[in-house]
């Protein structure tokens, strides 16, 4: 099958193309760079270059609809959130050979709007961190008073804004008290949109990944954050596979089921240190970057993912896994390390109880790989990728240090 792989720069899309690649598919990358790590995968037929999703969507989605073109395209996998937006706005684009592997854009909105998302949450007793929701910046100074604890999250609906021909975007943010919530309030232009206002949730970032089909989990995976970039939370650079829990397990079909969600996502929580009780955090309807660890672990969604978009289910629900299995970034451990030896003692309140000290960081960033972990990006039998990865992580610091 001819497959077409976009956002090669992340490394979920190399967990993609690995998969499909060894399961004797054709697989062909897009991205910014014509040598991105997915590019340089030996299992890459063919990389193309296409325009930046953020900053030209209509000549991305053209770029896209003529790779389908030229090359056959029968299944394309959408990896970022922009391009899943972006793509899914254009479908008919692709013409009728070639399907687009995500939801479609009404229920991909439903779980990526987390001021729905947490109105659904609350009214269907799934439990979830206290909320204040804010309808844009009028409406905050309005309620900003029913804020008495600090330090509190603040989560825009979106992560990304359109705003005509510009795509505003920005993460997670923090505010230790009123003035600093104000500020944000004042200064983030995507504020001026719907967001949530959170306690913080202390404890241990756990996701469950699953390939839904409307009312029913066909595969499930688990695992746990054991190191972030950056370290307050954000993305995981170590990670380790888990039991799979049934609350989660329940919250997850809960929600997946409200709108018939057709697909692979990740529901992520948060086990508060408080009570013990895995609260929600978010649903992303992609692929996710750790996917590599489902893999390696035994659950291979990328195939799975491929035969659900073809029709074939899987005979039983998948969720025989190795527990144990830890996978590392190499890149994003070291980047984790250099954030906590430049802010010293700061983040150490925000970091959950437990946490690995820098020391105990840095022999996990120098501990050579067993049959335990797997690495994320370096693989002996592939191995271009991770020079690649290696040779751009140096120019950006080169960069920085002229800057």
Known sequence: MNVLVTDGEARSALAVTRSLGRKGHTIFVSGQEGTCISACSRFCRAAYRVPDPMENGAAYAAAIADIVRRERIELVFPVTEQSV???????SALGNTAKLACAPPEKMAAVSNKYTLFQTAERLGVAMP?????????DFHRQRRRIADFPVVVKPAYSKVVEGENIISSGVMYAADQQQLARLYESRPILRYPSLIQEVITGEGTGLFTLFDVDRHLALFSHRRLLEKPPTGGVSVLSESIPLDGEMIEAARRLLAEVAWPGVAMVEFKRDVRDGTAKLMEINGRFWGSLQLAVSSGIDFPALCLDYYRGIMPPAPCHGYRIGHRLKWTFGLLDHLLIRL??????????????PGIIEVARELFRAGTSDTSLDVYDPQDPRPFAAEARAYVAALLGLAHR
């Open 85 to 91: 937006y972006i793509l899914n706005r254009t479908r």
């Open 130 to 138: 206290t909320t204040l929701y804010v309808e844009g910046r009028e």
């Open 342 to 355: 430049k802010s010293g003692r700061r983040l150490k309140a925000l970091l959950p109880p437990g946490s």
